[in-house]
Each structure stands twice: as structure tokens, then as C-alpha cells.
């Protein structure tokens, strides 16, 4: 039976739960005081400026977070559920941004050695990607790389980073990450790239109306446009002409990446600042490479797309064999009917992203089988 791989599966381990619960500003994990009508409220889970707002109560702010977050036995049992054969774990948002400096490195170091013990204690079913300690000293950074890339029992169970799209602070335009991107390169470290902080509030509209529709704009569009100015930002700069060896994944399917290629690179043909004498002269600047190769060598897309149309595009896009398949746990989780027992139905997520693969391949059954899990195992060396 072909493997069912899901590159795209988030967990807080119990250590940064413990470190979001012990902080009071964003973000944070804030425990409601039981009450006789609620003696068992769920933490609330606070990663975004706009979910702290002063007008509602700390209990009623940004979303509740259940064991599902943080439960190897649940992401084992969930996997169970679906079929899954492997799972590559990854550190949600908002990752360690938010660290002071003289802090963040120990703290990666401690989160990236207890995902590697989990991978351990699971053969064959849990491997994960880092995440690096960006608020801290460059050479930190680095330093972090060489370790997950060096001792034995990380390199084996470590296959990539995720980084997030605003990288040192600034954009992944910012040239102060080219020593980080050079040390990725040089250890063939994929970079797992994940959206978080959005577009500005105010282009979803007033507070109210925003409100009415709660996280649909800023998940369904803000989350994708996020990568694909983030991703488009990094190729202008000439990260990719720097660093050839770099080894990406764009998560959401490269958000409209794949749909706007045509277009950015028209308007980079266009671009009279890339040219000499007000655009009548040569070339001078931009980059080298054009987007639709940079796709087709350096980049790989997810499928956590729900459906076989954009699973179309990015296989369009960057090739049958450089689309992998995930799931987003625990994000987006049964509901109304779905729940089924303790919460425990299936998850419509799981069966969209599945469905959206098999209907974007229809009869190419060895297409479909390489996305759900075939092309991850190739890509990251898995032992399934």
C-alpha cells in the first residue's frame, strides 16, 4: 500500500506551551478561572495583536487550544484515524520570534531536541523540521543549523526548518539573512516557508464587519497572499541567484504563486528600473533567473489547498513530483456533525486536501499516490 505522508502537520510541544502560559503580552496561552457554569474552560490561545483586544475578557480572546496542540498520543491517534503512515512535525506560529535575543537560542535548541526525541521514540511515523532561534545573533542562527545538521540522532530525524515569512524582521528580502541562507544551502536543509502575521486588518474591512466573518479573510486570503508577497519578495532580491542550492517549500500551494508567475514575470520584463537609460538601454538589475524556473528547480508546493483545482495549479506549476501532501492539524477540526464521539469524527480537512489530490489526477492513479506520499519520501529520505 503506497504511504499517506503529511508534510504539513503543526504540534506545540509541552515545553513551549509552558513557555506561551508563563507570558502575559502576545503571544500568550491565558487559563480562565473555572467557574461553577465553566469548571473546566479551555485555555485561550493569543498569537496575534488583533486577537488581544482590550474589549473582550482574556476568556474570550483569540481561540481555544484543546491536547490535540500538544498530544504526541492524539497526533498519533488522528494519524491512526486517516491512514497516515508519517507525519513531519513542525512548531506552529508563531515559532520564536517574539524571544529576546540572549534567550531565543537555548530555547530553539531545547524545542528542536525534544521534536527529535519524539521522531526517536517513533520510527518511521514522526520526523519533524526545525525551527531556528531568528531573533537572535547571526552567528547563533547559524550555529543552530550546524547542530541539527551535525549530531547524529537530529540529522536523522530533522529534515528541514520552517521559517516564517518575515524572517529576520524585515522581509525575506533582507540581506542580513544571506549567512543564514548560505549555511541552508551548504547543509541541503529544506526551508518549510509559513505565513503568520497576514496582511494589514484594514483590508478585510471595518472592525464589525471583520468581526461578522471572524478568521475566514484573514485564513482563507490573508494567510496565501502573505506567502505569495513574502516568497515573490525573496526572488526579486536575487536570493535565488545568491544561493542556487536553495531548496524551498512554499505552504498553501505558494498561496497565488503559481497563478501570478505569468504576471510578475511580465512586469519584471517591464520594469524600467531593471534597465539602463529609462528602460531603452541593458539590463542592469533584477533577477537573473525567471520565476518559472526558480519553481521548477528550487521549489516544492504543499497541497493543503481543499480541493483539485489548486492542486491543478501547483502541479502546473512546479511539476507532478514536487507537490506534497499535508494536513494542517490541528488546525481546522471537526465540526457540528463531524465531531462525532469526544470530538474524534472525521476531520473534513483531511478528506478535502485527500479528495482534492484524486480529482486533480482522475485517472493517474501513480500521479496522485507520488503527491498523498510518494514525493515526500523521495524528497526527504523517509523511512517509512
Not at 317 to 335: A, I, S, Y
Amino acid at each position: 500500500m503506497a504511504p499517506l505522508v503529511d508534510i504539513h502537520t503543526h504540534i506545540y510541544p509541552p515545553s513551549y506551551i509552558s513557555l506561551l502560559s508563563s507570558r502575559s503580552t502576545v503571544p500568550y496561552i491565558h487559563h480562565p478561572t473555572p467557574t461553577q457554569s465553566n469548571p473546566s474552560p479551555s485555555p485561550r490561545l493569543i498569537i496575534l495583536p488583533t486577537d488581544d483586544s482590550p474589549s473582550l475578557p482574556p476568556s474570550q480572546r483569540g481561540r481555544p487550544i484543546d491536547p490535540s496542540y500538544s498530544s504526541l498520543s492524539q497526533k498519533l491517534s488522528f494519524m491512526s484515524q486517516h491512514a497516515i503512515t508519517t507525519s513531519i512535525l513542525s512548531l506552529a506560529n508563531p515559532w520564536l520570534d517574539f524571544l529576546p535575543p540572549s534567550t531565543a537560542p537555548a530555547v530553539a535548541q531545547d524545542i528542536n531536541s525534544e521534536m527529535a526525541l519524539l521522531s526517536t521514540q517513533n520510527p518511521g511515523k514522526i520526523y519533524a523540521f526545525a525551527t531556528l532561534p531568528l531573533s537572535a545573533p547571526t552567528a547563533d542562527i547559524v550555529a543552530e543549523i550546524t547542530r541539527l545538521s551535525s549530531e547524529p540522532d537530529l540529522r536523522k530525524a530533522i529534515k528541514g526548518i520552517i521559517l516564517s515569512t518575515s524572517g529576520l524582521g524585515s522581509g525575506l528580502d533582507d540581506p542580513e539573512l544571506d549567512p543564514i541562507w548560505a549555511a541552508l544551502e551548504e547543509k541541503k536543509m529544506l526551508i518549510f516557508l509559513h505565513p503568520h502575521y497576514g496582511l494589514p486588518a484594514s483590508v478585510f474591512g471595518p472592525a464589525d464587519r471583520q468581526k461578522a466573518s471572524g478568521h475566514v479573510l484573514p485564513l482563507a486570503l490573508g494567510f496565501p497572499m502573505e506567502t505569495t508577497i513574502a516568497f515573490t519578495r525573496m526572488y526579486l532580491s536575487g536570493v535565488f541567484d545568491r544561493f542556487p542550492g536553495l531548496r524551498v517549500l512554499l505552504a498553501h500551494a505558494g498561496g497565488t504563486v503559481p497563478f501570478l508567475a505569468g504576471r510578475v514575470e511580465s512586469c519584471i520584463a517591464h520594469e524600467r528600473a531593471y534597465f539602463a537609460e529609462g528602460g531603452r538601454g541593458e539590463r542592469v538589475g533584477g533577477p537573473k533567473r525567471g520565476l518559472k524556473e526558480i519553481m521548477r528547480g528550487n521549489v516544492w508546493l504543499d497541497a493543503v489547498v481543499y480541493g483539485g483545482t489548486g492542486v491543478r495549479a501547483a502541479v502546473e506549476m512546479v511539476g507532478r513530483e514536487r507537490v506534497l501532501w499535508g494536513t494542517d492539524h490541528p488546525f481546522f477540526p471537526p465540526v457540528g456533525e463531524e465531531e462525532g464521539e469526544e470530538g474524534k469524527g472525521e476531520w473534513l480537512s483531511v478528506r478535502t486536501n485527500v479528495e482534492g489530490v484524486r480529482e486533480a489526477f482522475g485517472e493517474d492513479e501513480v500521479g496522485a499516490e507520488g503527491v498523498l506520499g510518494g514525493n515526500a519520501v523521495e524528497l526527504l529520505g523517509l523511512e517509512v
